[in-house]
C-alpha cells in the first residue's frame, strides 16, 4: 500500500530529525587560552555557556552579564515582530518560543528536557505552540 510507505518514510525521517536535532543541541565546544587564564564554552548555536577565568568572581559577574543582556532578546524580538509582520503570523510565535527556550529569563535554568522520546506518535513535548504575543486584537 503506497500509503503506508510514505507515512513510515516520514516518520522515519521526522525521528531523525528529532534525534539529529538532540545532539546538536548536546554540542559545546571548549577552548583554553595558551597561557590557560582563560577558557569558554560555546554551544552549537554560539552561545557562550561558560567562562573560566583566573579570576573567578569576574567570570561568574560577565556570565551573570551576558544571561541578563540574552534574556531581553526575546523581548525585543516580540516588539520588532509586531511592528514588522504582525501577531498573525504563526511563525512569529515559533520564533518567540524558541528564543524564549534559548535565552530564559537570567535566574531561571535553560529549559532543556533531560531526553527525547523518538519514535513516539505523540512526542508533544507540553509547551505551548502558539501564545498571546500582544498586538491588535
Avoid at 24 to 43: C, F, M, N
Wanted: charged letters at 30%; a negative charge.
Amino acid at each position: 500500500m503506497p500509503g503506508a510507505d510514505w507515512e513510515r518514510q516520514i516518520e522515519s525521517t521526522a525521528a531523525a530529525y528529532r534525534q539529529m536535532n538532540e545532539r546538536v543541541r548536546q554540542i559545546l565546544v571548549t577552548e583554553t587560552a595558551p597561557d590557560g587564564s582563560v577558557q569558554v564554552t560555546v554551544s552549537a548555536a554560539g552561545v557562550l555557556t561558560d567562562l573560566r577565568l583566573s579570576d573567578r568572581g569576574l567570570a561568574e559577574q560577565i556570565m551573570a552579564c551576558v544571561r541578563k543582556a540574552q534574556a531581553r532578546i526575546p523581548d525585543l524580538m516580540r516588539t520588532a515582530m509586531l511592528e514588522t509582520v504582525g501577531p498573525q503570523d504563526t511563525n512569529t510565535h515559533l520564533v518567540l518560543a524558541s528564543a524564549r527556550e534559548r535565552f530564559p529569563v537570567a535566574d531561571s535554568p535553560p529549559n532543556r528536557p533531560d531526553r527525547v522520546v523518538v519514535g513516539d506518535k505523540d512526542d508533544w513535548d507540553e509547551r505551548p505552540v502558539l501564545e498571546d504575543i500582544g498586538g491588535p486584537t
